[in-house]
């Protein structure tokens, strides 16, 4: 282990993983820092989704260390476990409650970080109704809050669904191709968005939309064939050889 493990909210270290003999993550290596928010772009089958899974505990690395927060493994914790430790997960496709308004999306989130319990005899304070009404703002859901979600666009649904995570008070965030099959307008706003949720929590996000990529102007990682192709900013990273090769040039 190197020295940027006690400092790093995500620390990731020679991560391996094969399924039947393929190897999905080969030697993969990256840290992110409390407050920060990366890019992670890659061919199909570079490992992405796996590096995710391998994160939230879904799947178990064959060797390699991950830690979060400095010295918590989380190669020894249930997907259960990470989410309590504060890792959310945004998956592709939004899954929010259609039937239910964007407010009551937004308290059940809040609801579900209780517990069964304290849910059932729980009653709204002050304090949680500004919590929704901050993280409404922050959706850019305010004017949408008495609607019911499945009246909502593509778009707003997904943002509903980070506004969801937002609840939870995550420390790390994984957001897996946020703006796929959103409008223009829309992936712009997110850019926006998930900046501004960076100011107070590290967010990692997936994508394969490059002007998305370039609106973040944050650090980018770069994988192929389950390992770090290149990292740094967008122009040094479309501009490697390398990258071109197996991603960009495709
Ligand atoms: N549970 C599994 N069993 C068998 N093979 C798997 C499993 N999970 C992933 N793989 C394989 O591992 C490789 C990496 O897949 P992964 O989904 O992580 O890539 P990705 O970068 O997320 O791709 P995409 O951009 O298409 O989502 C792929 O070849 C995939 O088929």
């Given at each position: 282990?190197?020295?940027?493990?006690?400092?790093?909210?995500?620390?990731?270290?020679?991560?391996?993983?094969?399924?039947?003999?393929?190897?999905?993550?080969?030697?993969?290596s990256?840290?992110?820092?409390?407050?920060?928010?990366?890019?992670?772009?890659?061919?199909?089958?570079?490992?992405?989704?796996?590096?995710?899974?391998?994160?939230?505990?879904?799947?178990?690395?064959?060797?390699?260390?991950?830690?979060?927060?400095?010295?918590?493994?989380?190669?020894?914790?249930?997907?259960?476990?990470?989410?309590q430790?504060?890792?959310?997960?945004?998956?592709?496709?939004?899954?929010?409650?259609?039937?239910h308004?964007?407010?009551?999306?937004?308290?059940?989130?809040?609801?579900?970080?209780?517990?069964?319990?304290?849910a059932?005899?729980?009653?709204?304070?002050?304090?949680?109704?500004?919590?929704?009404?901050?993280?409404?703002?922050?959706?850019?859901?305010?004017?949408?809050?008495?609607?019911?979600?499945?009246?909502?666009?593509?778009?707003?649904?997904?943002?509903?669904?980070?506004g969801?995570l937002?609840?939870?008070?995550?420390?790390?965030?994984?957001?897996?191709?946020?703006?796929?099959?959103?409008?223009?307008?829309?992936?712009?706003?997110?850019?926006?968005?998930?900046k501004?949720?960076a100011?107070?929590?590290?967010?990692?996000?997936?994508?394969?939309?490059?002007?998305?990529?370039?609106?973040?102007?944050?650090?980018?990682?770069?994988?192929?064939?389950?390992?770090?192709?290149?990292?740094?900013?967008?122009?040094?990273?479309?501009?490697?050889?390398?990258?071109?090769?197996?991603?960009?040039?495709?």
């Amino acid at each position: 282990m190197n020295d940027k493990k006690p400092t790093s909210l995500l620390y990731l270290d020679g991560v391996s993983v094969s399924f039947d003999g393929f190897k999905a993550l080969n030697s993969l290596s990256f840290v992110i820092e409390p407050g920060e928010l990366r890019a992670i772009i890659g061919p199909n089958g570079a490992g992405k989704t796996t590096m995710m899974d391998i994160i939230t505990g879904k799947t178990r690395p064959d060797s390699g260390d991950v830690f979060f927060k400095g010295d918590i493994d989380l190669t020894r914790r249930d997907e259960a476990e990470i989410a309590q430790l504060g890792i959310g997960r945004k998956f592709q496709k939004p899954t929010v409650f259609e039937s239910h308004t964007v407010w009551d999306n937004l308290e059940l989130a809040l609801n579900r970080r209780r517990g069964v319990f304290a849910a059932l005899f729980y009653r709204m304070t002050a304090e949680d109704e500004a919590r929704i009404e901050e993280i409404l703002s922050t959706v850019r859901l305010s004017n949408r809050r008495n609607d019911l979600a499945a009246s909502l666009s593509h778009g707003q649904k997904q943002w509903l669904e980070i506004g969801m995570l937002l609840a939870q008070e995550p420390e790390l965030l994984l957001v897996d191709e946020p703006v796929a099959g959103m409008t223009d307008a829309e992936t712009a706003e997110t850019a926006l968005l998930l900046k501004e949720i960076a100011r107070t929590r590290s967010v990692v996000v997936v994508e394969h939309d490059m002007g998305f990529i370039r609106e973040l102007g944050v650090k980018v990682t770069c994988l192929a064939e389950g390992s770090v192709l290149a990292e740094g900013s967008i122009d040094f990273v479309s501009a490697d050889q390398k990258v071109i090769e197996n991603y960009l040039g495709r």
